[in-house]
């Protein structure tokens, strides 16, 4: 499709174990970003890649949480030792270049850790 | 920091009724604003932007203007469908120069639109 796909769509986890979310972004958007939503609350910012690099990772919560993007298209968003407070949706969105607010979203990857 | 506040919902509302979301920010500098839409089963998606004071964005018969004097991106809509109704997030970009899409999100506010 010509969207942001992410996958899983749904994830149920037990409390530290480890967790992969894949996004593949829109074919040609150099900027990729992650966010999180939690239930009622707004997308929060976890970390921007521009290329293949981490331009900004300063929402990333602590060192359990990596992402990486190693061919500058498909990224994967990596949680280890999960806990119950990461149970949220991971939402993925990617934009043509890094000077625009405009951002295509995919539908996220709900993550549950029992 | 940056933040954002809607009002808070949910906002029920009869078709063809007049639709106002209130939303004000707090940010350094000179912010880009947005609203965002979540349709059910979809991802989010821009709806409009205004990128400096007294811009207007507009799409889909929503409209927003940018009040840097009171701070707010208010959006309003003159007639709603039903088809209107999801969740509208307000957001701000206040990175610049290193990206515009590190936006900062207020709470969201559930629309439903009866016929």
């Known amino acids: 499709g010509a969207g942001v796909s992410q996958t899983p769509s749904n994830k149920v986890t037990e409390k530290g174990k480890y967790v992969e979310l894949r996004c593949d972004p829109i074919?040609?958007?150099?900027?990729l970003y992650w966010y999180r939503q939690s239930l009622g609350q707004g997308p929060e910012f976890l970390i921007y890649?521009?290329?293949?690099?981490?331009?900004?990772d300063s929402g990333l919560p602590n060192d359990r949480f990596f992402a990486v993007r190693p061919e500058g298209s498909v990224s994967t968003l990596k949680i280890q030792r999960t806990e119950r407070g990461d149970s949220a949706v991971y939402l993925c969105?990617?934009?043509?270049?890094?000077?625009?607010?405009?951002?295509?979203f995919g539908e996220g990857s709900r993550l549950t850790v029992l | 920091g940056d933040s954002v506040t809607q009002m808070e919902g949910p906002v029920t509302l009869s078709e063809e009724a007049f639709l106002t979301i209130n939303c004000t920010y707090t940010?350094?500098?000179?912010?880009?604003l947005f609203w965002y839409v979540q349709y059910p089963g979809e991802g989010l998606q821009l709806l409009l932007k205004?990128?400096?004071?007294?811009d207007k964005g507009s799409n889909k018969g929503f409209e927003a203007t940018y009040r840097k004097e009171t701070t707010s991106f208010h959006l309003e809509k003159g007639s709603v469908q039903v088809s209107d109704s999801a969740v509208y997030f307000c957001?701000?970009?206040?990175?610049?120069?290193?990206?515009?899409?590190?936006?900062?999100f207020g709470q969201g506010t559930i629309l439903t639109v009866h016929p």
């Open positions: 969105a990617s934009s043509p270049d890094w000077n625009t607010g405009e951002l295509f």
């Open positions: 074919s040609g958007h150099t900027a």
């Open positions: 890649f521009q290329g293949t690099g981490a331009a900004d």
């Open positions: 940010a350094t500098g000179y912010p880009s």
């Open positions: 205004a990128t400096k004071a007294d």
């Open positions: 957001a701000l970009s206040s990175a610049g120069g290193t990206s515009y899409g590190k936006l900062t």
